[in-house]
């Protein structure tokens, strides 16, 4: 179980300073669906679904687990790059990539026996979302790049390079724990 809950998703979108593009990563994170109806899915229920099944974060409340420490870890790389090579860094962008950029898994999991039919991955779905909801390129491009070099295209930005990493080092990190006694999610 996660000690995360939507709420902590919330106060860390007040880290970014734009009103608009706040407001909106937080409408998704509150209620995430496809804007197109002609696919299928279940209610939104962020707090409760594994970040993938038999993969890392496989547990209920594993993907808000997952965001939250994502996003805190892309928040304090960019402080600390900032810092150190007086980088000017992206950091709206990167916040609200960060707490998106799973979030299709949802769909993908209300899909799981139709999956063959939807054979895009999740960060491809996520990229198309958020450009048929009118979210900067920016936001998008960070979110298209974030599977790294698994992933064509491979990162371009210093911000989709910083989500990259903090993603696939907390994804290890919880693996690497994975069988000390973490509640497993049935489905
Ligand atoms: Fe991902
Ligand atoms: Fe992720």
Known sequence: MSNIELEDLIELSEHIENEELRKRTQELLEDFHLSNDNFKQGRSRLEKIPCWIGGHHYYE??????IYSVTELCIKMVENFE???????????LVSAALLHDLTKQFILDNMEGFKEYSLDHNVWMSCELYSRGFPEKVIEIVADHGGETNEPTPR?????????????????????ALSGVEIFGL
């Open 61 to 66: 409340g594993g993907l808000v687990d997952h």
């Open 157 to 177: 930005s210093d911000e989709a390079r910083i989500l990259h990493h903090a993603d696939s080092l907390d994804a290890e990190m919880n693996q690497s724990n």
């Open 83 to 93: 810092d150190v090579y007086d980088k000017e860094l992206d950091r709206d962008s």
